[in-house]
Structure formats: structure tokens, C-alpha cells
């Protein structure tokens, strides 16, 4: 097979004849013969990927898409990043497994870990390496803070998502993912969450004075207000799978507030803003808050080697000795190929690409706002939704652009907002190509350049 070409060289997205085509479908018979039904991305981008460079895919029948899903976020330096390449296949020939041993590329992983942080946390926090899964995190925080408070009850927002495992999905807002599974973890409480598109106490943005963290601030404070006082309060900073929903920072911030008023550990889940997606290396940062635990996982060691971990105020590391194991959270190539992602993020300004970038997709997007169908357009840094006022024609948007070589996710209430999530390091010039193709699928009149 001829290789994709390299960053150097980035070619423009190329698309012959229908998807799937012969070879791909090929493939995805086979996924449909042997593999478990519960697969979901093979069902909306029919492809099947042969190889990767940068910010492209190439398919079994030679098509070329540009990548704006990065293995759901996880390729924060796109696919193959030579250094980050590198970096793990050396870490491979000296050791891959070491459980939860000390050993030097853990401590490398580690002190870059923490030297990320803002100043003013770096001495106080603690990591725990966690399973290979963000929701393997998430149960981690869950144990440690109902541990240390000796609590049991939690607090969780609408919309939000925090994974898949038993604990994860009760946090998480969809209710069509938990209806099949009876008996789920119960002391969870959902509060409104500030998406002013949809305003959760039904007021106009105009009128708003962040009324929906009002209900939180009455309810914890409220001795009939049916709540004891809860583990921990989780919190996202904007909603990936919920639709790329910024939270507010007036809401953010009375929520902190509020659970250090009343000693309730505040977890911010990074499991996707994080690793600088949202252009500051944890998206708690734009917020001016400094949360109790984060939760990270997915872009930590930048190319989609797993590895999952909590950082945590020392003042909660009450748990016991093997509370909270895991035979996989020793991922030594993941923990080697993520100090080199740091290095580079570092090196290269890679966070101020971010932000340029960012600024670029809210400019280019900006034409959207005006156009039929398109109710609301949103993001920070490299993270931006389009919200569509149907389900149809999101689905529409994401196969026409698959059929033009671009690769996006739907994401928020009924799927009605296309996501974008390119590698961190993405050129103007695939932000461009990107955004032609999706001006074109969202609105027909709009030309291809």
C-alpha cells in the first residue's frame, strides 16, 4: 500500500466512488459476522481504515478524509507522531508492564503530569493510576471521595457523560444507555447544567442570571431540601458527548464555591477537555477554579496507548492500600510516549496552535450561524459543535462530509450536533480544507472550495 502522505506533504482529501467501497465493505461484513452488536462508529462512517498520518486516513480503497475525530479525541498529536512513535517503541524494548512498580518512566510520567498543573496546585496533589479507561477513573474518584468523606451520596449534571462502566453510566445524563441495565448505582442526583440553547428552567438567555446553579446552591442548603450532603459533586467543563456545551463561568464558579463551602470534594472530569484540547492544558484553568480531583485519561499519552489516572488534594488520600487496582494501569509505553507529548506540546507551542486554530474555526463556522437549520455554534480551542435542529440532518452533514473526505462525530440530544475534535497540532491549511467541506454539507448553497 502506498503510505499517506506526511505532514510535510499533506495531501488534499480524496473520495472515488461510493462508501463503502468494495474493499472496506469487505471488512465491515466481517465486523458485522463475528463482532458484538454494541459496535457504533463502523454504523455512521462506514470505512474501513488501513493507515494514518497527521491529521488524515486513508481507507482499504485508497479514500483519503481528513480525521476531525482523532480516535474520539485521544491522537492529540494526530495519528503517528514520529517522536511520539519513537518515544514508545524504545520504552517497548526496555520494559512494557510493571503493575504499579515504580520505575523510570513512570516517575518521568508523573513529574510532567504535575509540572502541568497552575502553580499554586502542584505541591498539594497527589496521582492514582487508575485502569486503562477514563470511566475506570471516574469510578477511582467516586471511591476516593466516598471514602474520605464518608458519604455515599453524589451529585451529577444533565447532559453530561462520564463513561460506560456501572458507576460511570449512572453519573452520565443519557437515559436510553441506562433504561437496559436495572439496578444501577444508586445516591446519584442530577442538577441542570447551564445550556442556555436549551435553558433547563426554561428562561431566554437574555433574562438569565445562571439560575439553573441556583436549584444546586437551594437544594444542598435546604434541611428539607432532600439531599444530604453528598461524596462529590462531578462536574464537567464543557459537555463533550453531551454536544460540546461550554459550561458558563458565573455557573462554574458558584458551583466551586459552593462545595468548598461545604466541604464537598468538586471532581472535574478531563477526561476529554484535557491534555489541552480546550486550549490551556486542563480546561478547569480558563475557568479561574482549582478543583479537588480531575479526572484524565484519554490524550494522555498522546497516540491511543491507555492509561487512565485521578489527581487529587493529599488532604483525600485516606484509602487503604489496594482500594482502588488495576493489572493494566502500568502502561509503560503509554506513560513513556506521554512525557514526549508533554516535551513536544511544550517545544512547539502546541497549546498556542490551539488557540490560533480555535479562533480560526470560530471564524470560519461564524457563516453557519445565520443559516437554516443551524440553532447554535459553539467551542473552545480545537472542541466545537454545530447544533442542528434535527437529527436528520445532522446525520445528513456527517455523511455528506464523509462522502467529500472529511470525518466528524454526532454528539448531544438526539445527535443533533455535529462535533469537530482535530489533533492539537492541525495546520491552518486542513482547517481550511475541513471547513469548506462542512459549510457545503450543512448548507448546499454554501460552494466547495
Given at each position: 500500500?502506498?503510505?499517506?502522505?506526511?505532514?510535510?506533504?499533506?495531501?488534499?482529501?480524496?473520495?472515488?466512488?461510493?462508501?463503502?467501497?468494495?474493499?472496506?465493505?469487505?471488512?465491515?461484513a466481517?465486523?458485522?459476522?463475528?463482532?458484538?452488536?454494541?459496535?457504533?462508529?463502523?454504523?455512521?462512517?462506514?470505512?474501513?481504515?488501513?493507515?494514518?498520518?497527521?491529521?488524515?486516513?486513508r481507507?482499504?480503497?485508497?479514500?483519503?478524509?481528513?480525521?476531525?475525530?482523532?480516535?474520539?479525541?485521544v491522537?492529540?498529536?494526530?495519528?503517528?507522531?514520529?517522536?511520539v512513535?519513537?518515544?514508545?517503541?524504545?520504552?517497548?524494548?526496555?520494559?512494557?508492564?510493571?503493575?504499579?512498580f515504580?520505575?523510570?518512566?513512570?516517575?518521568?510520567?508523573?513529574?510532567?503530569?504535575?509540572?502541568?498543573?497552575?502553580?499554586?496546585?502542584?505541591?498539594?496533589?497527589?496521582?492514582?493510576f487508575?485502569?486503562?479507561?477514563?470511566?475506570?477513573?471516574?469510578?477511582?474518584?467516586?471511591?476516593?471521595?466516598?471514602?474520605?468523606t464518608?458519604?455515599?451520596?453524589?451529585?451529577?449534571?444533565?447532559?453530561?457523560?462520564?463513561?460506560?462502566?456501572?458507576?460511570?453510566?449512572?453519573l452520565?445524563?443519557?437515559?436510553?444507555?441506562?433504561?437496559?441495565?436495572?439496578?444501577?448505582?444508586?445516591?446519584?442526583h442530577?442538577?441542570?447544567?447551564?445550556?442556555?440553547?436549551?435553558?433547563?428552567v426554561?428562561?431566554s438567555?437574555?433574562?438569565?442570571?445562571?439560575?439553573?446553579?441556583?436549584?444546586?446552591e437551594?437544594?444542598?442548603?435546604?434541611?428539607?431540601?432532600?439531599?444530604p450532603?453528598?461524596?462529590a459533586?462531578?462536574?464537567?467543563?464543557?459537555?463533550?458527548?453531551?454536544?460540546?456545551?461550554?459550561?458558563?463561568?458565573?455557573?462554574?464558579?458558584?458551583?466551586?464555591?459552593?462545595?468548598?463551602?461545604?466541604d464537598?470534594p468538586?471532581?472535574?472530569?478531563?477526561?476529554?477537555?484535557?491534555?489541552?484540547?480546550t486550549?490551556?492544558?486542563f480546561?478547569?484553568?480558563?475557568?479561574?477554579?482549582?478543583?479537588d480531583?480531575?479526572?484524565?485519561s484519554?490524550?494522555?499519552?498522546?497516540?491511543?496507548?491507555?492509561v487512565?489516572?485521578?489527581?487529587?488534594?493529599?488532604?483525600?488520600?485516606?484509602?487503604?492500600?489496594?482500594?482502588?487496582?488495576?493489572?493494566?494501569?502500568?502502561?509503560?509505553?503509554?506513560?513513556?510516549?506521554?512525557?514526549?507529548?508533554i516535551?513536544?506540546?511544550?517545544?512547539?507551542?502546541?497549546?498556542?496552535?490551539?488557540?490560533?486554530?480555535?479562533?480560526?474555526?470560530?471564524?470560519?463556522?461564524?457563516?453557519?450561524?445565520?443559516?437554516?437549520?443551524?440553532?447554535?455554534?459553539?467551542?473552545?480551542?480545537?472542541?466545537w459543535?454545530?447544533?442542528?435542529?434535527?437529527?436528520?440532518?445532522?446525520?445528513?452533514?456527517?455523511?455528506?462530509?464523509?462522502?467529500?473526505?472529511?470525518?466528524?462525530?454526532?454528539?448531544?440530544?438526539?445527535?443533533?450536533?455535529?462535533?469537530?475534535?482535530p489533533?492539537?497540532?492541525?495546520?491552518?491549511?486542513?482547517?481550511?480544507?475541513?471547513?469548506?467541506?462542512?459549510?457545503?454539507?450543512?448548507?448546499?448553497d454554501?460552494?466547495?472550495?
Open positions: 500500500m502506498n503510505p499517506v502522505p506526511t505532514r510535510t506533504a499533506e495531501p488534499v482529501p480524496r473520495v472515488v466512488g461510493d462508501l463503502p467501497g468494495p474493499r472496506s465493505a469487505d471488512f465491515l466481517h465486523q458485522q459476522r463475528w463482532e458484538s452488536n454494541a459496535r457504533a462508529y463502523p454504523r455512521h462512517l462506514p470505512i474501513a481504515i488501513a493507515e494514518a498520518n497527521g491529521s488524515f486516513v481507507d482499504m480503497d485508497g479514500n483519503v478524509f481528513i480525521d476531525f475525530l482523532s480516535g474520539a479525541g491522537l492529540s498529536l494526530g495519528h503517528n507522531h514520529p517522536e512513535v519513537a518515544a514508545a517503541v524504545h520504552q517497548f524494548s526496555v520494559l512494557s508492564h510493571a503493575l504499579d515504580p520505575t523510570p518512566a513512570k516517575r518521568e510520567f508523573t513529574d510532567a503530569q504535575l509540572s502541568m498543573l497552575p502553580p499554586g496546585m502542584r505541591d498539594r496533589m497527589k496521582i492514582h487508575c485502569g486503562p479507561t477514563g470511566a475506570n477513573a471516574v469510578d477511582a474518584a467516586l471511591k476516593l471521595c466516598k471514602t474520605a464518608g458519604r455515599g451520596d453524589v451529585v451529577a449534571f444533565q447532559g453530561g457523560f462520564h463513561g460506560s462502566s456501572h458507576a460511570a453510566m449512572a452520565s445524563g443519557l437515559v436510553s444507555q441506562k433504561q437496559p441495565i436495572a439496578n444501577g448505582m444508586p445516591g446519584v442530577f442538577f441542570p447544567y447551564s445550556y442556555c440553547v436549551r435553558c433547563p426554561g428562561l438567555a437574555d433574562s438569565c442570571q445562571t439560575n439553573c446553579v441556583g436549584l444546586l437551594r437544594s444542598l442548603q435546604d434541611v428539607n431540601g432532600g439531599i450532603r453528598p461524596a459533586v462531578v462536574l464537567e467543563m464543557v459537555q463533550g458527548e453531551g454536544g460540546v456545551i461550554p459550561a458558563r463561568v458565573d455557573f462554574v464558579r458558584r458551583v466551586r464555591e459552593l462545595t468548598a463551602r461545604l464537598i468538586l471532581v472535574v472530569d478531563e477526561v476529554q477537555t484535557g491534555c489541552g484540547r486550549g490551556t492544558w480546561a478547569f484553568e480558563q475557568y479561574g477554579i482549582e478543583p480531583v480531575i479526572v484524565a484519554k490524550a494522555l499519552s498522546g497516540m491511543g496507548l491507555p487512565a489516572l485521578i489527581i487529587y488534594d493529599k488532604r483525600l488520600d485516606t484509602w487503604a492500600p489496594g482500594a482502588h487496582s488495576g493489572t493494566f494501569r502500568g502502561n509503560q509505553a503509554a506513560f513513556a510516549a506521554g512525557t514526549a507529548t516535551r513536544i506540546v511544550q517545544r512547539d507551542d502546541v497549546l498556542g496552535n490551539v488557540r490560533r486554530r480555535g479562533e480560526q474555526l470560530a471564524d470560519r463556522l461564524s457563516v453557519l450561524r445565520a443559516r437554516p437549520g443551524v440553532r447554535e455554534v459553539r467551542g473552545r480551542g480545537l472542541m459543535g454545530v447544533e442542528l435542529t434535527s437529527a436528520d440532518h445532522a446525520h445528513a452533514v456527517q455523511a455528506d462530509a464523509l462522502r467529500h473526505g472529511l470525518i466528524v462525530e454526532l454528539g448531544g440530544r438526539d445527535d443533533c450536533v455535529v462535533r469537530l475534535m489533533p492539537l497540532n492541525v495546520t491552518a491549511e486542513v482547517i481550511d480544507q475541513a471547513c469548506a467541506i462542512l459549510l457545503a454539507a450543512v448548507d448546499p454554501v460552494t466547495r472550495q
